[in-house]
């Protein structure tokens, strides 16, 4: 179960950077051997910028404008749109960095968490969009992942003792490891349907309305989405 989640959030994530290149002029997106290359500019002597598997190519032809080139493979026509919270929007400031010992690129929050901004968001009522119950589930899912050391330290640092499964003795893989069964597990208890935008928000950092455009969602229905997957989560975190 934990391996299925690993691959599907990293396929995401490859198709998201290929997006990033292919917005760039000139480049295009080819089959080569048993995957994909990106490519910027036509050129066959170019060498590829970006490689995905079958799974990663499926995730970018979901999530983007491709168009079929004369001479083979595709370039994206429009960018979808913008993963990354929109400019400005406080306490989010967001940049890529590369993984100590690893050549993985992965987004980082440098301000607070998108969950933590919208929990101080208010509507015309004076009522808060998130209750604080939603908001501490939310809080945890994310608090699990940035453990796994997959997206770096987003506003503080953790004591691992404070995380259930966070026992002393175990090596980093055991820890790890269990991290991965937990995330899983909560995911799947908030079912297909709601999960799909906590991975955005709560794993990947998007800001609401980008999530709700990744997803397809009418507009103005993520936050509904949103809570209704914090209610689910809550009650298996036993909170509610």
Known sequence: MSMTFDRELEA?????????????????????????????????????????DEASFQALAREAMLKPRPQGGWTMTARPAPILPPPGRPGVIEAEVMLPDTSKLVRRNLGESPIAWLAR??????QPWLTP?????????????????????????????????????????????????????????????????????????????????????????????LKLALQRLARHYRMA
Request: proline share 4%; glycine share 12%; charged share 35%.
């Open 121 to 126: 968001r208010r509507d015309r009522d004076g």
């Open 133 to 225: 119950i939603e908001a501490a589930a939310g809080e945890r899912l994310r608090e699990e992942f940035e453990r796994l050391g997959t997206q770096g330290r987003l506003t503080m640092r953790w004591d691992a003792s404070r995380v259930d499964g966070g026992q002393p003795g175990l090596s980093s893989a055991e820890r790890d490891h269990a991290a991965r069964q937990r995330i899983a597990r909560a995911l799947e208890a908030v079912g297909p349907g709601l999960r799909e935008i906590l991975e955005r928000i709560c794993l990947m950092g998007s800001a609401l309305e980008a999530a709700e455009a990744a997803l397809k969602l009418p507009r103005r229905t993520g936050k509904t989405v």
């Open 12 to 52: 995401r994530r490859r198709a998201e950077r290929a997006m990033r290149l292919l917005a760039r002029p000139g480049a295009v997106v080819e089959a080569q051997g048993d995957g994909y290359g990106v490519r910027l500019g036509a050129s066959r002597r170019r060498r590829p910028m970006l490689t995905l």
